[in-house]
């Protein structure tokens, strides 16, 4: 049984792009309907933020490749989604248009962007420490926990200075490594609440039909019906991504192939983790 999983937002985006009818169509309507130019990487009108290009970087690239995968023959029986990748992943299963996808995650960016500008927020990505002894540190460090990949593999989000400190305290207790990187707004945690009422507003601006494939959600492992997408758009903005457990409860399910649509393997070398530590 396939599984089609989305990332997230990438780190970094890829200097090297398509050159096929599919990619430039994504490229068209990406500069519509948020004003990015993805072949040059640029804005073409208001200037916005890094963070926020490369969330709408990340849709497209996973917008395109589901056409290419549809274009190849495979169908998923069944999808996941990390993350910002949910948007993508509802327009692959039939809830929103390609169109809708790129729109919601611009302008839930820069949302974000604006409510939070001037704020001096980081991730930290932290590998090789339990999730016990990382939600220790977090909570001493008032930083929370946004994504827990694996076991070991694990993104905090949260104030710079309180970030900096908490991953020398990750790393003096064992860590193999633990890095920080920038960010216009703390996602999957509380913090966003604050933002809650214009984000709301956003996502319930568009109609969501009931997704055509069953989409499993990154928080409890349900598969959502079109009257939930909304509430949950706004819920995984301030919780925490939980793959691990998205990943067994994929299996469960009957999921044999996983199949990664979007920038990069992260999901893949995730998966490849959590199996190597039954």
């Known amino acids: 049984m396939n599984c089609f999983m989305f990332p997230g937002q990438p780190l970094i985006h890829d ?6 009818a599919d990619f430039d169509e994504i490229v068209a309507l990406t500069r519509t309907h948020t004003g ?3 072949s040059a990487f640029t804005w073409a009108g208001e200037a916005h933020s890094e963070q926020v290009a490369l969330q709408v970087y990340g849709v497209a690239v996973s917008l395109y490749r589901h056409r290419c995968l549809r274009a190849e023959g495979m169908k998923p029986a069944v999808a996941a989604e990390h993350s910002m990748g949910v948007y993508a992943a509802l327009a692959a299963c039939g809830s929103i248009n390609e169109a809708e996808a790129l729109e919601i995650a611009f302008r839930v960016g820069v949302s974000m962007e604006r409510r939070f500008h001037g704020r001096d927020y980081a991730l930290g990505c932290v590998v090789g420490l339990t999730a016990e002894k990382l939600a220790v540190l977090a909570a001493e460090g008032m930083v929370f926990l946004a994504n827990h990949n694996t076991s070991h593999h694990f993104l905090l989000a949260g104030g710079r ?4 400190a908490t991953i020398g305290q990750a790393l003096a207790s064992g860590a193999f490594s633990a890095k920080i990187f920038p ?8 913090l966003l609440a604050e933002a809650e009422g214009e984000l709301a507003a956003i996502f319930r601006d568009y109609r969501y039909h009931e997704p055509a494939i069953p989409l499993m959600n990154h928080i409890d492992q ?3 019906t079109a009257a939930e997408i909304p509430a949950f758009l706004m819920r995984e903005l301030t ?7 998205t990943y067994r409860a994929l299996q469960r399910f009957g ?12 999901l893949k070398k995730y998966n490849r983790w959590i ?4």
């Open 275 to 278: 199996e190597s530590r039954p």
């Open 222 to 224: 349900e598969f959502l």
């Open 255 to 266: 999921a044999t192939r996983f199949v990664e649509v979007g920038a990069g393997d992260s």
């Open 161 to 164: 200075h309180e970030m900096e």
């Open 239 to 245: 919780e925490t991504v939980h793959w691990e457990r």
């Open 36 to 38: 990015m130019d993805l």
């Open 15 to 20: 200097a090297t792009l398509p050159g096929d």
């Open 183 to 190: 960010c216009d707004a703390p996602l999957h945690t509380p």
